[in-house]
């Protein structure tokens, strides 16, 4: 019998996401992790080789039914993930189990198996098993007519887990007459619908969760879950496309229970005051405007060679601290964004043509305000093929060149998760590559709808396999909870991040989503606690916090960190 060692299960409901971005996860929790997970998803259409994959196994050409095909490092032949199938993977601790030979191989395929076969007799098909010379699970495995309603292929490498299996709930069943499933030639596909069984994808999820949760956690598990739908209406007006709407007035605050999240979607009338109510800023948000002298030249200079920060874009609210203190964060690829997140006030209508020179003033803006350590981010520029990567990577050439003592941070958009535009960032090698998680899973889709949760752990994790510092950022104030956030510090932590920052959120203006709740100084405090203590190596934490708060400080403050950590397991 297959055992994980004591630790528990940490369940993850992603929805849909991209097999390459799956795939990035997967490696940095088996790489760089020690929790146990289980990683629950769809896939876009894709055809997956496993080591010994034949691609003649493949009887179209993928790209005319809208797949992908990707190699990758499992066992087996070719497989089909869509769509309407539940995806696996499990990346855990087999206690006691270290070189990961067959024996221990085919023990935990077995242990896989048994997962998928118990899941099948309690959402109602019974007649489901194993055959021993083809891993996966069958229905009527010892009839005539045996039909493999799941796929299981696994890599067990000194008794860590990666990959796992895919559950035919109700897919397209077209794509398997596309290939041979497996390289099987004998033997036919099939699904719980097409088997007569009426379950949801929701129902599988939870039927799973909760007999991997006493398999793989002894029942001690989390688990977070992506929105599983989210209407039109739980969206932002701002999102909707209705633009930025009045700012808020101040009001009463006591009408306002910040003890509690309030849900984001049909909202009673008390909520609705209660969002109204916590548009009043408490005391310790109140900030006192300090226009010196350093923060008008500096204003001059990024005016003066017409460049736009993200200071002033944003509304970000230290701006008179970091300008006082002579630095800033330049917002390149120009001030439009083709998202509309529903918290970020940058412009979104129609983005204008790159400015090529852009790179070689902000070189100079760096030069004329002497910065040791420069902050370039961006607005996402989906309308263009590489996402804006290239003149992102001219600009830390070009800093660099001007500026060769000058660190430099760059915060990038997920550029689509394109692997080759991700990889010319890169190898610009910034300092610290910067990109933002901004919430917990279960509020993605409203916040930002055209990012995701995965994907932004993808990005992250590509980043520190190049061996960049990794930092990422957390708003808090839309809705999440306690535990959520801990276990999203948990996800960063296992991939590998090296900093994160945590802010409270501010409504720009009556379009965006409404603050659901004040944190206080104590648990932002608290929160650096949890996160340093889960290993991330800094945490910047504070209502006022926003990405680039203190980043030089927080560079060498987890370098040190990181280099403390690795001199001490060397020993």
Request: glycine share 8%; hydrophobic share 35%; proline share 5%.
């Amino acid at each position: 019998m297959i055992e994980t060692a004591p630790n528990p299960l940490n369940i993850r409901w992603l929805g849909k996401v991209s097999y390459n971005d799956a795939l990035a996860v997967q490696k940095a929790l088996f790489n760089r992790g020690s929790e146990n997970y289980l990683l629950l998803l769809e896939h876009p259409h894709v055809f997956t080789l496993g080591v010994r994959g034949d691609t003649s196994n493949i009887l179209v050409n993928p790209s005319d039914i809208g797949a992908d095909v990707v190699k990758t490092n499992r066992g087996g032949d070719v497989t089909y993930h869509g769509p309407g199938q539940l995806v696996g993977y499990p990346i855990l601790n087999l206690a006691g189990k270290r070189g990961g030979g067959m024996a221990d191989t085919v023990a935990y395929v077995h242990s896989v198996e048994d997962l998928v076969i118990e899941t099948l007799a309690h959402l109602g098909l019974t007649n489901c098993g194993r055959i021993d010379q083809y891993p996966g699970v069958w229905v009527d495995p010892n009839s005539a007519n045996p039909r493999k309603i799941a796929a299981v292929g696994v890599r067990l490498t000194r008794g860590r887990t990666m990959h796992g299996f895919a559950l035919n709930i109700e897919p397209d069943m077209t794509y398997f007459d596309s290939i041979i499933p497996c390289g099987i030639t004998d033997k036919s596909v099939t699904s719980l619908s097409r088997e007569g069984i009426d379950a949801s994808m929701a129902e599988a999820v939870a039927i799973v969760s909760e007999l991997a949760a006493k398999k793989w956690g002894k029942g001690n598990f989390s688990r977070m879950d992506v929105s599983w739908r989210t209407s039109q209406s739980e969206l932002s007006p701002f999102s909707k496309g209705e633009g930025p709407g009045e700012v808020l007035k101040p009001v009463e605050e006591s009408a306002l229970n910040t003890s509690q999240p309030v849900t984001i979607g049909r909202k009673s009338k008390k909520q609705k005051r209660a969002e109204i109510a916590i548009g009043k800023k408490p005391e310790w948000m109140r900030i006192k405007a300090n226009m010196g002298s350093e923060y008008r030249e500096l204003k001059k200079s990024i005016r003066s060679l017409e460049l736009t920060t993200v200071c002033e874009e944003a509304g970000c609210p230290n701006i008179f601290e970091c300008w006082g203190q002579g630095t800033a964060t330049f917002m390149a690829l120009g001030e439009r964004c083709t998202r509309a997140c529903g918290f970020c006030l940058v412009d979104t209508r129609k983005p204008q043509a790159i400015d090529h020179d852009e790179p070689r003033r902000i070189a100079k803006a760096v030069n004329q305000m002497n910065l040791e350590y420069a902050v370039i981010t961006m607005v996402a520029r989906d309308d263009l093929k590489d996402g804006g990567a290239n003149h992102i990577r001219e600009i830390i050439n070009e800093v660099r060149y001007l500026n060769p003592q000058t660190s430099v941070e760059v915060l990038i958009s997920d550029l689509k998760g394109n692997a080759d535009d991700l990889q010319t960032v890169f190898s610009a090698n910034p300092d610290v590559m910067n990109h933002n998680i901004e919430t917990v899973p279960r509020l993605q889709r409203q916040v930002r709808p055209s990012a995701g949760y995965a994907r932004s752990l993808a990005v992250l994790s590509q980043a520190k396999d190049e061996g960049l510092v990794v930092k990422s950022s957390i708003m808090v104030g839309l809705g999440e909870t306690e535990q959520e956030m801990f276990e999203t510090l948990k996800d960063l932590k296992e991939i590998g991040v090296d900093i994160v920052t945590i802010g409270q959120y501010l409504r720009p203006t009556m379009n965006h989503l409404p603050v659901q709740r004040w944190w206080t100084p104590e648990e932002f405090k608290e929160f650096k606690k949890i996160g340093e203590a889960l290993g991330i190596p800094h945490v910047e934490s504070s209502p006022l916090t926003r990405s680039s708060y203190h980043a030089k400080e927080a560079e060498t403050l987890a370098k040190n960190k990181a280099s403390s950590l690795a001199s001490s397991r060397g020993r």
